[in-house]
């Protein structure tokens, strides 16, 4: 099996909360956010390399919320796409084109390790590349420049986009790089491989994969947390 890498971009600041740190700084079950989400990820992948990228004026990170032995500290970039990349060069020599790389928001502390599981061994098949995402289940509406209703979507065939995302390593770098160079906005990774002409598979996900964006996230996050190692507890099993 080729070589796995970690990619998590913890350099946001996270105003949409309101808050006096950044979001991945939160207490969420006695823990910041970005602990839980370390230790998600290591719970699954103990032996994967990973890519921390923080701002370089961060105040709050410990080292110690770090399980993995093998990582490595980036910068973050002005957007999601050149922290990305700023990560991949960070990484270097040591993962090959061939390497596989996750690349999962820090604010995602609820992945299971199932998902996660299901994610690597479709990424091993997928040369194209794979990530989470769940069908949408609501009755989607387009707005107007004036806030009202101009259409309603059909819902059919659409998906939310998760995280993790999984490529090549050789890939990812190629598609970011053109992006960058053809000046296109890319909101997550596959977005960039899709525009190479390439269509990623979509790996069902659980629903409370969700992104901690705004105050209430958090107390969503620890019912989540909790729900999750009582029914770990009661199958004596991982947390799926």
């Known amino acids: ?51 921390l990228c923080l ?24 957007e999601r796409a050149d922290t990305v990349s700023l990560a991949l060069a960070r990484l270097g ?8 790389v996750l690349v999962h928001d ?3 502390p609820c992945v299971s390790l199932d998902d996660l599981t299901r994610l690597r061994a479709a990424l091993e098949q997928e040369p194209a590349g794979a990530l989470l995402a769940t069908p949408v289940a609501d009755t989607m509406k387009r707005a107007d420049a004036a806030g009202r209703i ?6 059919s065939g659409l998906w ?7 490529f090549r390593v050789g890939l990812l770098r190629k598609a970011l790089e053109a992006a960058r160079l053809r000046g296109v906005t890319v909101t997550d990774e596959a977005s ?11 790996v069902m996900g659980r629903r409370d994969n969700f992104k901690i964006t ?24 991982s947390i799926t």
């Open 1 to 51: 099996m080729s070589r796995l890498w970690l990619i998590v971009p913890a350099a946001g600041q996270g105003r949409r909360m309101g808050a006096d740190r950044p979001k991945q700084y939160l207490e969420l079950d006695g823990r910041p956010v970005l602990a839980h989400t370390l230790s998600r990820l290591y719970q699954a992948f103990p032996e994967a390399g990973l890519c």
């Open 55 to 78: 701002d370089d004026d961060d105040r709050w990170f410990d080292p110690a919320w770090v399980p993995f032995a093998d990582w490595l500290r980036s910068s973050g970039g002005i």
């Open 93 to 100: 020599d040591q993962a090959g084109d061939d390497d596989l």
């Open 106 to 108: 820090v604010a995602r």
């Open 150 to 155: 101009a259409t309603t979507e059909p819902r």
């Open 160 to 166: 939310h986009a998760q995280t993790p995302q999984g």
């Open 192 to 202: 960039a491989v899709e525009a190479l002409g390439l269509a990623p598979r979509l």
């Open 214 to 237: 705004h105050p209430e996230d958090l107390a969503l996050a620890a019912h989540v947390l909790a729900a999750q190692a009582a029914s770990s507890q009661a199958f004596g099993n």
